[in-house]
C-alpha cells in the first residue's frame, strides 16, 4: 500500500481518496 498506489487505481484506496 504505497502512497503513490493509492494515487493510481489500486481498487479500495483510489474511490477512498476522491
Known amino acids: 500500500q ?3 498506489a493509492t494515487t ?3 481498487g479500495a484506496a483510489a474511490p ?3
Open 2 to 4: 504505497e502512497p503513490r
Open 8 to 10: 493510481t487505481c489500486r
Open 16 to 18: 477512498a481518496a476522491t
